[in-house]
């Protein structure tokens, strides 16, 4: 039977020392609305997928939450049938959370948003507005713009004049910038942010006359200035010189910040006890650099994104958390900031060339996030048991069987907007034991699931199953497999007939006025640090 936990006892849990995790199952907009603060979103739908990522220690307390509905008593039995033991449902949800008097926030990545104000106020970061900007820029010594975004997201829009350069990668660049001290140094994300850690990094390091674009793109979009679209993003190599003198800067910072390091043979027996400590193994190069090869189990998360990201990447505070780099550099500077967020971070010393060096194994490919969201396994957990529940269909059969099918499409929304089979249905997993009365209202229809690669589709249909839809069947290989045989797909909303909640929108995706609302909540964030003085 399932434990409960009252609002005021998870209080006290989380204010405590002991190691635990607080999983919120709702979908991506509804924390987003309203969230506990430092609980971690894991939407049901994909809570096989990243469980093992976020608490690899089974045997550790495991608070899951809902609004006050079903999804949380579902999730919490998924989890105790994947081995987690001490599973405690919020009693009331959010919603009883709330009536005990109890706070919430709102917002995307609060706690490191909270953290880029309070470094904003402590620090004094000095910012640049848009019009001034773009004086410069049109003026006769036009500045240097740095985006601290990932590459994806500097592709879809940046500064004009502006270089993609990934927060994790300015202290191998600060010898670099240095040399020229006579031109502006700006840095700017998409809002407050990854401008604000960027510019104190550099400044951290001994760059000076750097400054954060105010409010990033969001505001210059306000503004009513122009900005580009579509531009390849060309992240700069640095100097070999600059490379240097970014492992003395890591050495200084270190030595002056007290940030720990682990040996590659502590690390290994760091991993290897990983079902008695949570460890977390962050690999905070670029993603090609990770592909190329990583410590195995570690996930890619490159340093700017480290930071930016801590609540969907750490679900256990408590827990350790190991950077690492090709040498020293970059994991320094990423635990420097993770150690100022409260985080027990160090770093591997010597980085991938130490573990080289003592005969320990690396591994190629994906093997983690990309840094544009949460790591999700290859493989989710409970993947072979499903397969012996639902039986999958090879992309013909699944074509003779369509036509006379329900067909379901369980993956992303956005997914199923570039394309889906003739005829499905978006049908969110998180939703599925409640709506599949409506979507599928007999259980003898045959009732066809796919998604993606397969993966959701066969616990989707493993589901259908225990609720006695006896013809379900997952679609192997999922679109992409049908894709290959030469099969159409179509694309657009046809399909979708509830707004999808499992993504939420960046409020330069919704207009003006959500632009402005978000930029005012997050820079109010920073009114209790100023009021501390």
């Not at 003395?248 to 760091?270: D, H, I, K």
């Not at 049908?482 to 657009?492: D, F, I, K, T, V």
Request: net charge neutral.
């Amino acid at each position: 039977m399932i434990r409960t936990i009252t609002p005021q006892d998870l209080r006290s849990l989380m204010a405590g020392p002991s190691p635990h995790a607080v999983l919120d199952v709702r979908e991506p907009m509804e924390f987003h609305e309203a969230q506990i603060f430092r609980s971690t979103s894991l939407p049901r739908g994909a809570l096989e997928f990243r469980i093992a990522k976020l608490v690899p220690v089974r045997s550790l307390p495991v608070a899951v939450l809902d609004e006050g509905g079903p999804r949380a008593g579902r999730a919490a039995k998924t989890l105790e049938g994947l081995g987690y033991p001490d599973v405690r449902l919020l009693e009331g949800g959010l919603a009883g959370w709330r009536a005990a008097g109890l706070p919430t926030v709102s917002g995307t990545n609060v706690p490191s948003k909270d953290f880029g104000e309070q470094v904003h106020v402590q620090e004094a970061v000095p910012e640049i507005g848009a019009g001034e900007l773009f004086g410069l820029i049109n003026g006769p010594a036009p500045p240097r713009i740095f985006d601290a975004r990932t590459e994806a997201e500097y592709e879809r829009f940046s500064v004009p004049t502006a270089r993609s350069l990934p927060g994790g990668e300015f202290i191998l660049h600060a010898w670099d910038l240095m040399q020229d001290q006579s031109t502006p140094l700006i840095i700017n994300c998409a809002g407050r942010t990854r401008s604000i850690i960027g510019a104190q990094t550099l400044r951290r390091l001994g760059v000076p006359a750097v400054r954060a674009l105010r409010n990033g793109g969001m505001g210059i979009m306000l503004a009513g200035l122009p900005l580009d679209r579509g531009k390849p993003a060309a992240v700069p190599a640095p100097s070999a010189r600059s490379r240097a003198h970014a492992e003395e800067l890591a050495a200084r910072v270190a030595a002056e910040e007290g940030v720990p390091f682990v040996t590659a043979g502590e690390l290994e027996a760091l991993l290897a006890s990983a079902e008695r400590e949570t460890v977390y193994l962050f690999d905070v190069r670029l993603a090609p650099e990770f592909r190329a090869g990583h410590i195995p189990g570690a996930v890619s998360i490159p340093g700017g994104q480290a930071v930016q990201r801590t609540d969907e990447a750490v679900a256990v505070r408590a827990g350790r958390v190991v950077t690492c780099c090709g040498a020293n550099a970059r994991g320094v500077m990423t635990a420097y900031w993770l150690r100022r967020m409260g985080l027990r971070a160090c770093v591997l010393r010597g980085g991938l060339g130490a573990w080289r060096e003592a005969g320990l194994p690396l591994a190629q490919g994906e093997g983690g996030a990309s840094g544009e969201g949460p790591a999700e396994a290859a493989e989710p957990l409970g993947l072979a048991e499903a397969r012996r529940i639902a039986p999958g269909l090879a992309p013909e059969e699944a074509r003779e069987m369509a036509p006379g099918a329900v067909i379901l499409d369980v993956g992303p929304s956005p997914a199923f907007r570039e394309g889906h089979l003739a005829g499905a249905r978006w049908a969110s997993r998180a939703w599925l034991e409640d709506r599949a009365g409506e979507w599928v209202p007999s259980k003898e229809s045959p009732v066809l699931v796919a998604c993606g690669d397969g993966m959701r589709s066969v616990l989707a249909a493993r589901t259908l199953a225990g609720m006695g839809y006896a013809r379900a069947a997952y679609l192997t290989g999922g679109k992409r497999a049908w894709a290959r045989a030469g099969l159409p797909l179509e694309a657009g909303e046809k399909g979708i007939f509830e707004t999808p909640q499992d993504v939420a929108l960046k409020p330069y995706d919704i207009g003006r006025q959500a632009m402005e609302s978000y930029l005012s909540w997050e820079e109010a964030l920073g009114s209790k640090y100023r009021e501390r003085g």
